[in-house]
Antibody, heavy 120, light 112 residues
Protein backbone atom coordinates (compact mmCIF):
# COMPACT_ATOMS: atom_id res chain seq x y z
CA UNK A 1 0.00 0.00 0.00
CA UNK A 2 1.41 3.35 -1.06
CA UNK A 3 1.13 6.25 1.36
CA UNK A 4 2.59 9.75 1.34
CA UNK A 5 2.58 12.42 4.03
CA UNK A 6 3.60 16.05 3.81
CA UNK A 7 5.28 17.87 6.68
CA UNK A 8 6.61 21.35 7.26
CA UNK A 9 5.77 24.69 8.85
CA UNK A 10 2.19 25.87 8.91
CA UNK A 11 3.19 29.55 9.04
CA UNK A 12 6.01 31.34 7.28
CA UNK A 13 6.81 35.02 7.01
CA UNK A 14 7.07 36.89 3.72
CA UNK A 15 10.52 36.59 2.08
CA UNK A 16 11.32 33.45 4.05
CA UNK A 17 12.14 30.08 2.48
CA UNK A 18 9.63 27.25 2.81
CA UNK A 19 10.90 23.70 3.17
CA UNK A 20 8.40 20.85 2.82
CA UNK A 21 9.12 17.16 3.21
CA UNK A 22 7.16 14.32 1.64
CA UNK A 23 7.72 11.03 3.47
CA UNK A 24 6.41 8.00 1.66
CA UNK A 25 6.11 4.25 1.98
CA UNK A 26 5.02 1.35 -0.20
CA UNK A 27 7.31 2.15 -3.12
CA UNK A 28 10.90 3.01 -3.92
CA UNK A 29 11.93 6.14 -5.74
CA UNK A 30 14.70 4.14 -7.35
CA UNK A 31 12.16 2.08 -9.32
CA UNK A 32 12.05 2.89 -13.02
CA UNK A 33 9.05 4.94 -14.10
CA UNK A 34 8.22 6.33 -10.69
CA UNK A 35 8.13 9.96 -9.60
CA UNK A 36 6.97 12.16 -6.74
CA UNK A 37 5.29 15.45 -7.51
CA UNK A 38 4.35 18.53 -5.53
CA UNK A 39 1.08 20.31 -6.25
CA UNK A 40 -0.51 23.18 -4.39
CA UNK A 41 -4.00 24.60 -4.09
CA UNK A 42 -4.70 28.13 -2.84
CA UNK A 43 -7.94 28.46 -0.85
CA UNK A 44 -10.91 28.13 -3.18
CA UNK A 45 -8.72 27.82 -6.25
CA UNK A 46 -7.52 25.16 -8.67
CA UNK A 47 -4.68 22.69 -8.42
CA UNK A 48 -1.32 24.03 -9.53
CA UNK A 49 1.73 22.00 -10.44
CA UNK A 50 4.96 22.92 -8.68
CA UNK A 51 7.61 20.28 -9.37
CA UNK A 52 8.26 16.61 -9.89
CA UNK A 53 11.31 14.39 -9.44
CA UNK A 54 11.71 11.07 -11.22
CA UNK A 55 13.47 7.88 -10.19
CA UNK A 56 16.48 8.80 -12.34
CA UNK A 57 16.80 12.21 -10.60
CA UNK A 58 15.30 14.04 -13.58
CA UNK A 59 13.68 17.15 -12.13
CA UNK A 60 10.82 19.13 -13.65
CA UNK A 61 9.59 22.51 -12.49
CA UNK A 62 6.65 24.79 -13.17
CA UNK A 63 8.07 27.33 -15.65
CA UNK A 64 6.45 30.21 -13.75
CA UNK A 65 7.97 29.20 -10.40
CA UNK A 66 11.19 27.54 -11.50
CA UNK A 67 13.47 30.27 -10.18
CA UNK A 68 12.09 29.77 -6.66
CA UNK A 69 11.85 25.98 -6.44
CA UNK A 70 14.26 23.17 -5.69
CA UNK A 71 13.23 19.52 -5.45
CA UNK A 72 15.48 16.77 -4.13
CA UNK A 73 15.12 13.16 -3.09
CA UNK A 74 16.68 10.96 -0.44
CA UNK A 75 16.00 7.44 -1.60
CA UNK A 76 17.39 5.85 1.55
CA UNK A 77 14.99 7.84 3.73
CA UNK A 78 12.03 7.59 1.33
CA UNK A 79 11.71 11.34 1.30
CA UNK A 80 11.33 14.13 -1.25
CA UNK A 81 12.02 17.69 -0.19
CA UNK A 82 10.71 20.84 -1.86
CA UNK A 83 12.08 24.27 -1.08
CA UNK A 84 10.45 27.48 -2.21
CA UNK A 85 12.25 30.76 -1.71
CA UNK A 86 10.98 34.30 -1.21
CA UNK A 87 7.55 33.31 0.07
CA UNK A 88 4.68 35.74 -0.44
CA UNK A 89 1.12 35.84 0.92
CA UNK A 90 -0.11 34.63 -2.51
CA UNK A 91 1.75 31.38 -1.82
CA UNK A 92 -0.71 30.59 0.96
CA UNK A 93 -2.11 27.20 -0.02
CA UNK A 94 -2.48 23.54 0.75
CA UNK A 95 0.56 21.72 -0.54
CA UNK A 96 0.24 18.11 -1.68
CA UNK A 97 2.77 15.50 -2.67
CA UNK A 98 1.73 12.58 -4.87
CA UNK A 99 3.06 9.35 -6.35
CA UNK A 100 3.49 9.60 -10.10
CA UNK A 101 3.52 6.83 -12.66
CA UNK A 102 5.37 7.89 -15.80
CA UNK A 103 3.86 5.10 -17.89
CA UNK A 104 0.45 6.78 -17.63
CA UNK A 105 1.47 10.34 -16.65
CA UNK A 106 -0.83 9.99 -13.68
CA UNK A 107 -0.76 10.78 -9.97
CA UNK A 108 -2.35 7.70 -8.51
CA UNK A 109 -1.87 8.27 -4.78
CA UNK A 110 -1.87 11.60 -2.97
CA UNK A 111 -0.86 12.71 0.47
CA UNK A 112 -3.38 14.38 2.74
CA UNK A 113 -1.86 17.81 2.14
CA UNK A 114 -0.38 20.39 4.47
CA UNK A 115 -1.63 23.94 4.80
CA UNK A 116 0.91 26.74 4.66
CA UNK A 117 0.01 30.33 5.51
CA UNK A 118 2.31 33.18 4.56
CA UNK A 119 1.86 36.14 6.85
CA UNK A 120 3.92 38.53 8.89
CA UNK B 1 1.97 26.92 -19.06
CA UNK B 2 -1.77 27.32 -19.81
CA UNK B 3 -4.24 25.23 -17.91
CA UNK B 4 -6.67 23.01 -19.73
CA UNK B 5 -10.14 24.57 -20.07
CA UNK B 6 -13.02 23.18 -18.04
CA UNK B 7 -16.47 24.62 -17.32
CA UNK B 8 -16.57 26.27 -13.92
CA UNK B 9 -19.66 24.35 -12.88
CA UNK B 10 -22.11 21.68 -13.94
CA UNK B 11 -25.15 20.30 -12.20
CA UNK B 12 -27.56 17.42 -12.41
CA UNK B 13 -30.26 15.63 -10.49
CA UNK B 14 -29.83 12.25 -8.82
CA UNK B 15 -30.01 9.45 -11.35
CA UNK B 16 -29.16 11.68 -14.30
CA UNK B 17 -25.95 11.70 -16.33
CA UNK B 18 -23.61 14.65 -16.68
CA UNK B 19 -20.53 15.31 -18.78
CA UNK B 20 -17.58 17.52 -17.93
CA UNK B 21 -15.40 18.70 -20.79
CA UNK B 22 -11.68 19.41 -20.78
CA UNK B 23 -10.35 21.30 -23.78
CA UNK B 24 -6.71 21.56 -24.66
CA UNK B 25 -4.61 21.63 -27.81
CA UNK B 26 -2.76 19.26 -30.07
CA UNK B 27 0.21 19.67 -27.72
CA UNK B 28 -1.63 18.02 -24.87
CA UNK B 29 -5.12 16.48 -24.89
CA UNK B 30 -5.31 16.13 -28.67
CA UNK B 31 -1.85 14.75 -29.15
CA UNK B 32 -1.60 12.11 -26.46
CA UNK B 33 -3.79 9.63 -24.63
CA UNK B 34 -2.42 10.63 -21.23
CA UNK B 35 -5.61 12.27 -19.99
CA UNK B 36 -6.63 11.65 -16.40
CA UNK B 37 -9.42 12.87 -14.13
CA UNK B 38 -9.39 13.56 -10.40
CA UNK B 39 -12.24 13.97 -7.93
CA UNK B 40 -11.80 16.25 -4.93
CA UNK B 41 -14.25 16.57 -2.08
CA UNK B 42 -14.02 19.68 0.14
CA UNK B 43 -11.05 19.55 2.48
CA UNK B 44 -9.79 16.30 0.96
CA UNK B 45 -6.95 15.33 -1.34
CA UNK B 46 -7.70 14.63 -5.00
CA UNK B 47 -8.50 11.05 -5.97
CA UNK B 48 -7.68 9.48 -9.32
CA UNK B 49 -10.85 8.46 -11.18
CA UNK B 50 -9.78 7.96 -14.81
CA UNK B 51 -6.40 7.53 -16.51
CA UNK B 52 -5.28 7.04 -20.11
CA UNK B 53 -8.48 8.80 -21.29
CA UNK B 54 -10.89 6.02 -20.37
CA UNK B 55 -9.40 3.56 -17.88
CA UNK B 56 -10.69 3.27 -14.32
CA UNK B 57 -8.39 2.37 -11.44
CA UNK B 58 -9.46 -0.55 -9.32
CA UNK B 59 -12.24 0.45 -6.93
CA UNK B 60 -13.66 3.33 -8.98
CA UNK B 61 -17.33 2.94 -9.83
CA UNK B 62 -18.19 2.07 -13.43
CA UNK B 63 -20.59 5.02 -13.34
CA UNK B 64 -17.50 7.07 -14.20
CA UNK B 65 -16.28 6.95 -17.78
CA UNK B 66 -13.93 8.94 -19.94
CA UNK B 67 -13.54 9.68 -23.62
CA UNK B 68 -11.74 11.98 -26.02
CA UNK B 69 -12.47 13.60 -29.35
CA UNK B 70 -9.89 15.81 -30.96
CA UNK B 71 -8.58 18.31 -28.44
CA UNK B 72 -11.41 17.74 -25.96
CA UNK B 73 -11.62 15.06 -23.31
CA UNK B 74 -14.79 14.30 -21.37
CA UNK B 75 -15.73 12.75 -18.07
CA UNK B 76 -19.22 11.31 -17.87
CA UNK B 77 -20.89 10.36 -14.62
CA UNK B 78 -24.03 8.29 -14.99
CA UNK B 79 -26.65 7.59 -12.34
CA UNK B 80 -25.66 10.68 -10.36
CA UNK B 81 -25.50 10.26 -6.62
CA UNK B 82 -25.25 12.83 -3.86
CA UNK B 83 -21.73 11.61 -3.05
CA UNK B 84 -20.58 12.59 -6.54
CA UNK B 85 -20.86 16.27 -5.60
CA UNK B 86 -17.25 17.44 -5.71
CA UNK B 87 -14.68 19.30 -7.78
CA UNK B 88 -13.27 17.49 -10.80
CA UNK B 89 -9.94 18.20 -12.46
CA UNK B 90 -8.60 16.91 -15.73
CA UNK B 91 -4.91 16.49 -16.37
CA UNK B 92 -2.79 15.73 -19.40
CA UNK B 93 0.73 15.25 -20.60
CA UNK B 94 1.86 18.31 -22.49
CA UNK B 95 4.74 18.75 -24.88
CA UNK B 96 4.52 22.54 -24.64
CA UNK B 97 5.99 22.74 -21.16
CA UNK B 98 9.23 21.44 -19.70
CA UNK B 99 7.17 20.22 -16.75
CA UNK B 100 5.18 17.91 -19.09
CA UNK B 101 2.15 17.85 -16.79
CA UNK B 102 -0.82 20.26 -16.81
CA UNK B 103 -4.12 20.46 -14.92
CA UNK B 104 -7.45 21.86 -15.93
CA UNK B 105 -9.00 24.72 -14.01
CA UNK B 106 -11.50 22.44 -12.26
CA UNK B 107 -15.27 21.96 -12.43
CA UNK B 108 -17.66 22.11 -9.50
CA UNK B 109 -20.32 19.42 -9.79
CA UNK B 110 -23.52 20.10 -7.90
CA UNK B 111 -26.07 17.34 -7.40
CA UNK B 112 -29.43 19.07 -7.15
Amino acid sequence: QITLKESGPTLVKPTQTLTLTCTFSGFSLSTSGVGVGWIRQPPGKALEWLALIYWNDDKRYSPSLKSRLTITKDTSKNQVVLTMTNMDPVDTATYYCAHGVLRYFVLDVWGQGTTVTVSS
Amino acid sequence: QSALTQPASVSGSPGQSITISCTGTSSDVGGYNYVSWYQQHPGKAPKLMIYDVSNRPSGVSNRFSGSKSGNTASLTISGLQAEDEADYYCSSYTSSSTLHWVFGGGTKLTVL
